[in-house]
C-alpha cells in the first residue's frame, strides 16, 4: 500500500499517472526479507528477495551501532546477493537495503546483523 498525500494506492493508480516508482514509491513497503550470514573474520554475505520489476539496483548501507549508518554499495537492477567484506574480526554488524530507481527509493529493509569470527 503507497500512502500520499491522503491518496492511498493498491496496486492501481486512483487517478494519477504515478507508477511504482513515483514520488511515493519511498513509501512502497515490500518484504526484503534481508538476511545476513558470517563466512568468517572479515566477510559477511547478505542475501534478499528482489519484489520489485522495474528498479534501477539497491543501496546497501552497514552500521556497528544501528544509529550510524553508511552506504557501502550500490547494486544492479535484480540483484540479490552481496559480500561484504574486509571487515574487522569479532565485530557485529547491522544492514539494511532499499530498492531504488532514479532519485526514488522505497523504505528500507528490516535490519540484518551477523558478528564476524575471532
Same mark, same amino acid.
Request: glycine share 6%; proline share 2%; hydrophobic share 35%.
Given at each position: 500500500? @503507497?500512502?500520499?498525500?491522503?491518496? @492511498?494506492?493498491?496496486? @492501481?493508480?486512483?487517478? &494519477?499517472?504515478?507508477? /511504482? &516508482? %513515483?514520488?511515493?514509491?519511498?513509501? +512502497?513497503? +515490500? $518484504?526484503?526479507?534481508?538476511?545476513?550470514?558470517?563466512?568468517?573474520?572479515?566477510? /559477511?554475505?547478505?542475501? =534478499? #528477495? #528482489? $519484489?520489485?520489476?522495474?528498479?534501477?539496483?539497491?543501496?546497501?548501507?552497514?552500521?556497528?551501532?544501528? %544509529?550510524? =549508518?553508511? +552506504?557501502?554499495?550500490?547494486? $544492479?537492477?535484480?540483484?540479490? %546477493?552481496?559480500?561484504? @567484506? !574486509?571487515?574487522? *574480526? *569479532?565485530?557485529?554488524?547491522?544492514?539494511?537495503?532499499?530498492? &531504488?530507481? !532514479?532519485?526514488?527509493?522505497?523504505?528500507? %529493509?528490516?535490519?540484518?546483523?551477523?558478528?564476524? #569470527? *575471532?
Amino acid at each position: 500500500m @503507497i500512502v500520499e498525500d491522503s491518496v @492511498i494506492k493498491v496496486g @492501481i493508480p486512483l487517478g &494519477f499517472p504515478h507508477g /511504482i &516508482f %513515483s514520488r511515493s514509491y519511498r513509501h +512502497l513497503q +515490500l $518484504n526484503f526479507n534481508l538476511v545476513a550470514v558470517k563466512v568468517d573474520d572479515e566477510q /559477511i554475505d547478505l542475501t =534478499w #528477495d #528482489d $519484489n520489485y520489476t522495474d528498479e534501477t539496483g539497491f543501496k546497501i548501507e552497514r552500521s556497528t551501532n544501528q %544509529s550510524t =549508518w553508511a +552506504l557501502i554499495n550500490t547494486t $544492479n537492477a535484480d540483484a540479490v %546477493s552481496y559480500s561484504s @567484506i !574486509g571487515l574487522t *574480526a *569479532a565485530t557485529k554488524y547491522y544492514y539494511r537495503i532499499r530498492a &531504488f530507481k !532514479g532519485g526514488t527509493h522505497t523504505a528500507y %529493509s528490516n535490519i540484518a546483523n551477523a558478528t564476524t #569470527d *575471532a
